[in-house]
Nanobody
Framework: QVQLVESGGGLVQTGGSLRLSCSPS????????MGWFRQAPGKEREFVSG??????NTAYADAVKGRFTISRDESEIFLQMDSLKPEDTAVYYC?????????????????WGRGTQVTVSS
């Protein structure tokens, strides 16, 4: 069974940092782009960041550019989140894309994790 398991969420004050991790199991995603999306209450799931299969290309939503950094190694995908703001509060989801290029749209992703809650207090 293919699974993506997110971890690292929690409660942090404005200006703080968190590091999210995504651990795939059941299959390898070496040849696929990976991404992070988030969904706040009452809002649609939105793209946060993506990374190509070879880590050569990354993409960020304008709202997080300069504050978040995506990376990957042989087994995990990471999202370093700095200078957090209350508007970053959401459930964060890890996704495995259908192909190797970075996708900003959710329909470009085939597998999803269950999410990890990030709450930023003001």
């Amino acid at each position: 069974q293919v699974q993506l398991v997110e971890s690292g969420g929690g409660l942090v004050q404005t200006g703080g940092s968190l590091r999210l991790s995504c651990s795939p199991s059941g299959r390898r995603f070496d040849a696929r782009a990976m991404g992070w999306f988030r969904q706040a209450p009452g809002k649609e799931r939105e793209f946060v960041s993506g990374i190509s299969w070879d880590s050569r290309n990354t993409a960020y939503a304008d709202a997080v550019k300069g504050r978040f950094t995506i990376s990957r190694d042989e087994s995990e995908i990471f999202l370093q989140m700095d200078s957090l703001k209350p508007e970053d509060t959401a459930v964060y989801y890890c996704g495995a894309a259908k192909y190797g290029a970075v996708y900003r749209r959710a329909d470009g992703y085939e597998f999803w994790g269950r999410g990890t809650q990030v709450t930023v207090s003001s």
